[in-house]
């Protein structure tokens, strides 16, 4: 495992925050298959001042009054939406993989940079004109996050932003979820 190198880096808050999560990010080679290096956040989550930072970081881009509730994308995007909740007051949603909600859901099929999947939403996760706020910890070819942003509109939620700690900017993500605006608190 190596740490991201922290020099010369950039994101849409700025080299300051893009230092901060660059230097709390582990590139662990070959997982989950040979060929990938997965960008593992979970040193940032664990060094509370940083957590701390990151979360004030996104709450301060998008605004407290800016969105109704925050939704997290299985699974590291649980440990930012419910943080973003917490402390702005709203509530939190959870889009899952496939078979893991226990009420009528609307469901998105993808590909991966690796595979495919399939993600959820309740149906009744949002009502009608509910400002939704979307995380993620990783935007890489942008499969995930579109499948997610088309499950927030088609179960009534109006998508305000979407916010990921990072971007594999080489991946081109940013370009297929266009026009829809993507902050990223760090890119690569």
Known sequence: MTETHTTGVRGDSGPEVARLVASRVLDVPDFPKP?????DLMPLFADGTAFREVIDGIIAYHGRDSFDVVVG?????????????????VGV??????????????AASYALEYGEATLEVHQDAFTAGHRVLVLDDV????????????????????????????ELGFLKGRERLAPR???????V
């Open 35 to 39: 060929g990938v290096m997965f960008k």
């Open 73 to 89: 994308i299985e699974a590291r995007g649980f440990v930012l939406a419910a943080a973003v909740a917490y402390a702005t007051g």
């Open 93 to 106: 949603v959870p889009v899952r993989k496939a078979g893991k909600l226990p009420r009528a859901t609307h």
């Open 139 to 166: 935007l890489a070819t942008g499969g995930t996050a579109e499948a997610t942003l088309d499950l927030v509109e088609r179960a009534g939620g109006t998508v305000v932003g979407f916010t990921v700690l990072m």
């Open 181 to 187: 605006p993507v902050h990223a608190l760090l890119t």
